[in-house]
DNA sequence: ACCCCGATCGTA
DNA sequence: ACGATCGGGGTT
């Protein structure tokens, strides 16, 4: 069963642990996510929108459930999420991908996770409640997970924003 | 127009 | 611990 608008469109920091554990299908590839992390709206000051709207981040004022994908230091993309209402710019960052198809394997970091999948900028902005190759779905959600700061921000890093899971052996 | 730096990763 | 590598966004 495929995850829908009603998922994404909570707070921030519950979709983000509610992810774990959820299938994340692009194309051939498919995969348990294992790590996020939240970032949300302009009080937090490690979120894109922390300064408003820019073309970059418009993507994270829309309604929730598209994707937001950047291009990062120069060779990297990173995948998110949109959450919370229209209007509120906020996101779920996709560390962790637990590969099932094609291949059993752990992608450990953003980055590494775009690079695997082929996903870049083009990318950027589908609705992944109503794309046919590009989806979510709601398997058992990994109830076990930690807490921890979030990874290679500056401004933020108090907050406990980054969601680990526990994989089941 | 310019410049600094970043939600990273691989190697040292 | 650090360099690679370049787009974005704030500043001039």
Redesign the pocket.
């Known amino acids: 069963m495929k995850l829908g608008r009603n998922f994404f469109e909570r707070p921030t920091l519950e979709v983000a642990k509610d992810l774990l554990g959820r299938t994340l299908v692009f194309h051939e590839f498919s995969g348990l996510i294992t790590e996020t ?1 939240a ?1 949300i709206g302009q009080d937090d000051p ?4 922390a ?2 709207r ?4 418009e993507i ?1 004022f829309g309604p929730a459930g598209y994707s ?1 994908i ?7 993309h ?1 995948l ?1 999420f949109v959450t919370e209402s229209e209007g509120f710019p906020a ?1 779920v ?1 996709i560390r962790g991908l637990k590969l099932c198809e094609p291949e059993n394997r752990l992608l450990d ?5 775009c690079r695997y999948l082929g996903l870049t ?1 083009e990318h950027n902005g589908q609705d992944l409640t109503t794309c046919e190759n590009f989806y979510l779905l709601n398997t058992p959600p990994l109830t076990e997970f930690s807490a921890t700061a ?5 401004q933020g890093a108090d907050k406990p924003w980054r969601f680990v899971g526990k994989l089941v052996p």
Request: hydrophobic share 30%; with cysteine.
């Open positions: 992390e970032y490690a979120c894109h929108a300064r408003g820019t073309p970059r981040n994270m937001y950047y291009f990062i230091y120069g060779m990297y990173c998110n996101a960052l970091g953003p980055g590494k996770l900028r979030r990874i290679g921000i500056k």
